[in-house]
């Protein structure tokens, strides 16, 4: 079965660089959530789409943007990165249909240096 | 508002049970339970809905009391691969809102 892909899996910036993290759901999913992961911390929600519209905003930096494109995959873009934005960023996807599922990606492993 | 979990450690021997508590000072619609392996993405384990509890898979069930916004999770027979930080997570009093997880509950299972 097909599961949530990000790319890239692993992303090693400089500070005040620029960075693009890529999510593509499980197909006929129609939710999309972002979280951030620090070390020994539980998955922080950023941001989340629904039927590619913004549905709800956590704590996402204004440096941070997201958006959903026509075919569902999501981005998640940062810019001005700072040395704490280093963590995983998973994002996960949920079903249209019964108990709406969630599934995570693998993530990705941003290395802020 | 961010789920609550208890206890925050729990440290086992194969063979054993645990039990893994979340609350919610609001209303529930729906608990997700999932457990995490360092550096791994969260694997999910099971959903219950409001009205109703679901079986996820082998020794792990969890239960879900609408009235007390509380949701249990329990872990029979424990195996070393039960090992992993488990979260729970809910989206408030709709389906559609944010997923938002617990601080995560740290089991260790030793042989």
């Known amino acids: 079965a097909a599961g949530v892909i990000q790319s890239p899996r692993h992303l090693i910036k400089e500070k005040r660089e620029t960075a693009t993290l890529k999510c593509y759901p499980i197909?006929?999913?129609?939710?999309v959530y972002w979280y951030q992961q620090g070390p020994g911390q539980d998955p922080q929600f950023l941001i989340s789409?629904?039927?590619?519209?913004?549905?709800d905003k956590g704590s996402i930096p204004d440096r941070f943007s997201a958006q959903q494109f026509s075919d569902y995959h999501s981005e998640l873009n940062m810019s001005s990165l700072e040395l704490g934005d280093s963590a995983l960023y998973f994002c996960?996807?949920?079903?249209?249909?019964?108990?709406?599922?969630?599934?995570f990606g693998q993530g990705t492993r941003l290395t802020v240096v | 508002q961010q789920p609550v979990q208890s206890p925050q450690a729990v440290i086992l021997r194969e063979g054993e049970d645990a039990v893994i508590n979340c609350s919610s000072s609001?209303?529930?619609?729906?608990v997700h339970w999932y457990r995490q392996k360092h550096g791994e993405a969260p694997v999910f384990l099971m959903i219950?809905?409001?009205?109703?509890e679901q079986k996820g898979h082998e020794k792990i069930s969890a239960s879900f009391n609408e009235k007390k916004q509380q949701s249990s999770l329990y872990l029979t027979a424990s195996q070393l691969s039960y090992s992993g930080t488990y979260f729970c997570?809910?989206?408030?009093?709709?389906?559609?809102?944010?997923?938002?997880f617990g601080q995560g509950t740290i089991l260790t299972v030793h042989p």
């Open positions: 996960a996807s949920r079903g249209l249909l019964g108990p709406r599922k969630a599934f």
């Open positions: 197909p006929r999913h129609d939710t």
């Open positions: 789409f629904y039927e590619k519209m913004q549905s």
């Open positions: 609001k209303a529930l619609y729906s």
């Open positions: 219950l809905l409001k009205g109703g």
């Open positions: 997570g809910s989206t408030g009093g709709t389906s559609y809102g944010k997923l938002t």
